[in-house]
Every structure is written in structure tokens, then in C-alpha cells.
């Protein structure tokens, strides 16, 4: 909104001043002050075309040529590119193309055009990868662009893409996020493997080696656990049509009075494994199932029981 000093203000300066120095007097934008005063109707907004410049304006659309350099020749009458094309359009004037109403031969138009036809004619794909490959040529001849952006490499398909410098993304879509976490394994913390120490078995991670570790701490300091095995039984959710339809608990420990226990590690948990659990407490409420987090882990190494235990990872 414009106060009525406003209003004067531009009303005594509007013909010794600049618009743009009419903004910066007023702090508003160039384009505010240009439309304010052309809704005070205090510059001409009259069709002011003369004669000479209409003529101009016919003889470069007569040109077999296809190609119209608009900006060329806005520039060179003082006028903007929107506004020649406004009053072409208004005095009926159209390229070879539009005048016969289908496209040349591509042999036929000019460079630019065919530029134009050739990148709307690619798949995305080739889109793509032309985009990366000019974006890399530019960086290399040059250097790498300045400001609050920065173009970084996906990982996946090797493609560069742009995006702000806070932005945590390292891949350029989501199709090449996907494939990485349909090729990634559930345990990617984990540090699977065998351990000579238990027998050569393979644990997925050292979370469930140090547990296994412990298990047998226990067993030589005297608690009444006679055995250990590790995912030994598989249980069926036979109700369950999608989804998680079985789970196999970690640990199946044998005790003394020969009642059993099985016990979950998880240094990580997550969503399928939470479901798994909950299904089994529902279908087989006649067995104990016990979580060992990362809590406990933390607990073991505050007691520092963990220095007890030979081989502790």
C-alpha cells in the first residue's frame, strides 16, 4: 500500500528521477514503482509504436529464415522481448512454422531450433544425463560454482545433481535410494561373521557374539543354564496373511529345571523386528522371550563385567 506522501512523491519526481531511483527513495521494488505509476497514469501506456518500428518489426518476421532473434531486436528499438512478442502477435505476424501449421524437417531449421526439438524429443533418462554431462563441463572449464548451492555426485549412477549445502541428500532420487536399500542387508550395523572363540559359529554381529560370550561366562561361573543355541527354532504365524509371517529368536537357553528361554538381541531394533516380537508374545504365549538392547550392553560395561570375559568385542 502506497500512503498518500507516497502518492505525492512520485507525482513530483516521477519525470526528473529514475523508476529505479524512485524505489530506492521509497524502499520499495522497481517493479512496485513501475506499476504504480502506470496506474496513476502518469507514463505512457498508449500503443506508442511508430511506423517505422511496426515496418521493422514486419520485415524480420518476413525472413525465410526461421530463426527470430527477439532480444536482438528488442534491444536495439529499446523495448522488451514480452512486448514485441505481444505486439506480433497482436498485428498477426508467425514464423514459416506457425504459418503452415506443422514443423519443417529438422535439416531444415536452424541451429537453435534444432537444439531445442532434440532436447524435448530425449527420454528423462537422456535428459539427465545430458543435463550431467553439460553441468560437469562447465565445472570443469569453469570451477566448481559458488554460493549457498553446491553440485554433488550420486553414488549410484555417478550422475551430478545440485542441491544446498545443508541438504543431507547423496543420492539424486529416489529411485537410486531405493536400490541401495533393496541391495543393503537388515544388519547393516552389524559385523557379521565367525568367531574362532565360540566354535567357529557365525553371529551377524558382535552384539550377539558378546552375548554368546557371556552366556558361557555364566555357565562356567555356576548359573543354572546347562546349554545355549542360536537360532535353532523358527515360528510360524500361520494367521498372518502379509506382512511378518515367522520369527527366529536369537538365543534358545536350556536351563537346569528344564524350562527354556529365548532371548532377542538387538543393538539396533527395528520396525519388522518390533512386529516379529509382538506377533510371537500374541501366538506362543507359553514361551518366555526376553530383549537384550543396547541398554543392556551399556549396563555389562558400567559393571564392567565386560573385562571379565575373555574375547570381548
Known amino acids: 500500500m502506497y500512503t498518500q506522501e507516497e502518492l505525492n512523491y512520485l507525482k513530483d519526481n516521477w519525470k526528473s528521477k529514475t523508476i529505479a531511483e524512485l524505489a ?7 517493479s512496485s514503482v513501475r506499476n504504480r505509476l502506470w496506474r496513476m497514469r502518469l507514463v505512457d501506456t498508449s500503443d506508442n509504436w511508430t511506423n517505422e518500428q511496426i515496418g521493422a518489426l514486419r520485415t524480420l518476421y518476413s525472413n525465410p529464415d526461421d530463426c527470430i532473434n527477439l532480444e536482438e531486436f528488442a534491444k536495439s ?29 529438422l ?8 537444439q531445442k526439438i532434440k532436447h524435448r524429443e530425449r527420454t528423462p533418462k537422456e535428459q539427465k544425463e545430458y543435463i550431467s554431462y553439460v553441468r560437469r563441463e562447465a565445472i570443469r572449464k569453469n570451477g566448481h560454482p559458488r554460493g549457498f548451492r553446491e553440485i554433488r555426485v550420486c553414488p549410484v549412477c555417478g550422475l551430478f545433481f545440485e542441491v544446498p549445502h545443508s541438504s543431507p541428500d547423496i543420492y539424486c532420487g529416489k529411485q537410486c535410494a531405493r536400490r541401495v536399500q533393496l541391495n543393503s542387508s537388515t544388519y547393516t550395523r552389524g559385523r557379521g561373521g565367525r568367531r574362532a572363540d565360540l566354535g567357529n559359529q557365525y553371529f551377524r554381529s558382535s552384539y550377539e557374539a558378546n552375548y554368546a560370550r557371556y552366556l558361557n561366562f555364566l555357565m562356567v561361573a555356576g548359573e543354572p543354564i546347562t546349554k545355549w ?6 515360528f510360524e504365524f500361520e494367521k498372518i496373511k502379509k506382512g511378518t509371517r515367522s520369527y527366529t529368536p536369537d538365543f534358545k537357553l536350556h536351563f537346569k529345571d528344564g524350562h527354556i528361554e529365548y532371548h532377542e538381541v538387538k543393538g539396533w531394533d527395528y520396525p519388522k523386528g518390533k512386529t516379529a516380537r509382538k506377533r510371537f508374545a ?24 565386560n573385562r571379565m570375559i575373555e574375547g570381548w568385542e
Not at 530506492?24 to 522497481?30: A, D, F, P, R
Not at 497482436?90 to 504459418?99: E, F, K, P, Y
Not at 535439416?107 to 534444432?114: A, D, I, R, T, V
Open 24 to 30: 530506492i527513495g521509497l524502499g520499495k521494488t522497481v
Open 77 to 105: 528499438i529499446g523495448r522488451l522481448k514480452s512486448n514485441v512478442s505481444r505486439k506480433a502477435k497482436s498485428l498477426g505476424l508467425q514464423t514459416n512454422i506457425h504459418r503452415l501449421g506443422k514443423r519443417k524437417p
Open 107 to 114: 535439416s531444415e531449421l536452424c541451429p537453435s531450433y534444432q
Open 229 to 234: 543355541e542360536f537360532e535353532v527354532d523358527t
Open 282 to 305: 500374541k501366538y506362543y504365549p507359553q514361551f518366555t522371550l526376553i530383549l537384550i538392547d543396547s541398554d543392556w550392553f551399556k549396563a555389562i560395561k558400567k559393571q564392567g563385567v
